[in-house]
């Protein structure tokens, strides 16, 4: 099983459509959880960490549950500039307790349409 | 305040010679990670330093990768004897210590060997 999967994608939406990308991950003792996004030919950036709460950041949420070790992401409304490769990752739970890698998804492409 | 930076921005090589790759993180960031992405695929780990601990070398491909972080802030990614199937987009990154830090990315290397 690879560490963190995603949908493959990849997803054609129309503006104003509600899409929802979902990831799951293989160490139990992964430590924390983000998605980041990445423009065509341009390097990630960070768009939200998650928490076991769950936590909304205007029109974008995004969900964890530990028990089933998957993170989700919904983008509301969605734009033209919300065109863009999101990607899952995951960070820690390797041996040594001061051990941070971060594993990324393989992404999941959007093209908003108008 | 300046972010990562990463230089050459493009390599082109012939196969069988050397490359140097740098990364200058962000000032104080003690966590620095290395990835590439080859063209339409996602974000493969290489390395990961942190502080003064033994480096996370566990995404090497191969002996003709190394990598070295001076004095805790610059590091060199060199790969020996290219073959063209290391032609690939090098990313660097940088974070502070911690699970929950936002890791920040230099714009990368897009390294082409012929």
């Known amino acids: 099983r690879k560490e963190v999967e995603q949908d493959p994608g990849p997803f054609n939406v129309p503006e104003g459509a509600t899409v929802a990308f979902n990831c799951t991950y293989s160490n139990s003792a992964s430590q924390s959880f983000f998605w980041y996004r990445q423009d065509c030919r341009k390097e990630p950036k960070l768009l939200m960490s998650?928490?076991?709460s769950g936590n909304e950041d205007g029109r974008f949420t995004a969900q964890l549950n530990r028990a089933s070790q998957y993170i989700s992401l919904l983008i509301r409304d969605s734009k033209l500039s919300d065109s863009a490769t999101y990607l899952c990752v995951v960070r820690g739970g390797q041996s040594g307790g001061s051990n941070y890698k971060l594993t990324f998804g393989k992404g999941t492409l959007l093209t908003v349409n108008p | 305040g300046a972010g990562v930076s990463q230089s050459p921005s493009n390599k082109v090589t012939e196969k069988g010679k050397d490359v140097e790759l740098r990364c200058d993180p962000i000032?104080?960031?003690?966590?620095l990670y290395w990835y590439r992405q080859s063209l339409g695929q996602g974000l493969e780990f290489l390395i990961y330093?942190?502080?003064?601990?033994?480096?996370?070398k566990s995404g090497l491909p191969s002996d003709r990768f190394s990598a070295e972080r001076t004095g805790g802030s610059v590091s060199t990614l060199t790969i020996q004897r290219t073959q063209q199937e290391d032609s690939a987009v090098y990313l660097c990154a940088s974070s502070l210590q911690g699970a929950r830090t936002e890791a920040f990315f230099g714009q990368g290397t897009r390294l082409t060997v012929v």
């Open positions: 998650v928490y076991s």
């Open positions: 330093f942190q502080g003064n601990s033994a480096p996370d």
């Open positions: 000032s104080g960031h003690t966590a």
